[in-house]
């Protein structure tokens, strides 16, 4: 009998474990300006990597402070939104963003996943229309 309980046991804990692993993490302050997400790195237009918690805020100039966790440390770097893309998967908006280090745009690039209903959706569509009218395009890029 104590076989049965012991297995149950570690039934559930495994069943715990795999909805933890699969939620998305998501959180917004109520004027929108900071949020924290789920992101993923991608080269070449394929994703590198699985989702990590992020930290993001908006700053002055259009810009996005991120705070990567990863293990023990934070990683903080600065992001410039680029595009949105075409075909996102259910439920979810995802959004990139280009590095910037001291003003220069890097190669790097970050998928940022963001739940559709979420209140930062409408000010990041604000900040891809700023962009895009800074740079002459007409609508939205998408990637």
């Keep these: 009998m104590q076989f049965v309980w012991l297995a149950v046991l570690i ?17 917004v302050s109520k004027d929108g300006q900071r949020f924290m997400c789920g992101t993923q790195e991608f080269f070449h237009g394929t994703l590198a990597g699985h989702p990590r918690e992020t930290q993001v805020a908006f700053m002055a100039g259009g810009t996005l402070h991120i705070t990567q966790k990863r293990v023990m440390r934070r990683q903080r770097s600065l992001w410039t939104l680029v595009g949105k893309s075409a075909d996102p998967p259910k439920g979810l908006e995802i959004y990139v963003a280009q590095q910037s280090v001291d003003g220069v745009a890097t190669q790097t690039m970050l998928a940022l996943r963001i739940p559709k209903k979420s209140r930062c959706i409408a000010l990041l569509d604000a900040e891809l229309a700023k962009a895009d009218a800074k740079a002459g395009r007409t609508s939205p890029k998408t990637v």
């Design 11 to 27: 039934v559930v804990i495994g069943a715990m474990w795999w909805i933890g692993y699969r939620m998305e993490p998501h959180w």
